[in-house]
């Protein structure tokens, strides 16, 4: 069954670094999405995209932050300046638009987690 | 997308039905009620959605209510396997946005 990989499963970052996480979406899939989940807390939306560009982000998707698809397979994250708040698990997720289908599924990875210190 | 409310935790035995129940008093005409469920140390998995119908899929069943104010997930035989937190979440038709997660319901299998 096609699933969402991201890599790496553990970043540890000094405060001020810039990092970046990488996710493969499913091959067919045209909806990208970041979402973090900090220790003990809820899921929070990031962003999310579609045709090489941002479609929604949420007010924690600020300046420091930016996605990218740089080829025909990766999706990534980029935190520019790491805060110790930036802690968090990342999780990436995917969808399709099948012909009549209107709502799809999110299929998750596993997420990456980061750690500022 | 509309605000859902869940029990903070249930608790059921391993082989017996859980019914999971979530209202959504101000559900619009246009929302889609999903549920996810997050499995201890992982990413959110999608279990099922549905509009105003009951659903069935191999994971689970939706029993929507006829005025679509509150919905139940419905595990017919609960395994140990789904101890995880289930998400209720709404959300608009056609939209591709980025889910909406609250604090869920946090299942405990007793075996």
């Known amino acids: 069954e096609p699933e969402v990989t991201q890599t790496p499963s553990h970043q540890v970052t000094q405060m001020g670094q810039e990092v970046i996480l990488r996710c493969v979406p499913i091959?067919?899939?045209?909806?990208f999405y970041w979402y973090r989940q900090i220790l003990g807390q809820k899921v929070e939306f990031l962003v999310s995209f579609y045709n090489n560009e941002i479609s929604e982000k949420s007010e924690i998707f600020d300046d420091q932050f930016s996605v990218e698809r740089p080829d025909g397979s990766n999706f990534t994250l980029k935190i520019r300046s790491t805060k110790l708040e930036d802690s968090a698990m990342y999780f990436c997720?995917?969808?399709?638009?099948?012909?009549?289908?209107?709502?799809?599924?999110?299929?998750f990875g596993p997420g990456t987690r980061l750690t500022v210190l | 997308d509309a605000k859902t409310t869940q029990p903070n935790s249930m608790e059921s035995n391993e082989e017996e039905p859980v019914h999971l129940p979530c209202n959504h008093s101000?559900?619009?005409?246009?929302?889609?009620i999903h549920w996810y469920r997050q499995l201890p140390s992982q990413g959110p998995e999608y279990v099922i959605h549905g509009l105003t119908s009951n659903v069935n899929n191999r994971m689970a069943s939706l029993a929507i209510a006829e005025d679509r104010k509150s919905s139940t997930l419905i595990l017919h035989r609960a395994t140990l396997r789904d101890a995880a937190v289930y998400y209720c979440i709404l959300r608009d038709r056609g939209g591709a946005d980025g889910l909406t997660f609250g604090k869920g319901t946090h299942l405990i299998i007793q075996p």
């Open positions: 101000t559900i619009s005409g246009t929302d889609y």
């Open positions: 091959s067919n899939h045209l909806y």
């Open positions: 997720a995917s969808s399709e638009r099948a012909g009549g289908r209107l709502i799809d599924e999110q299929f």
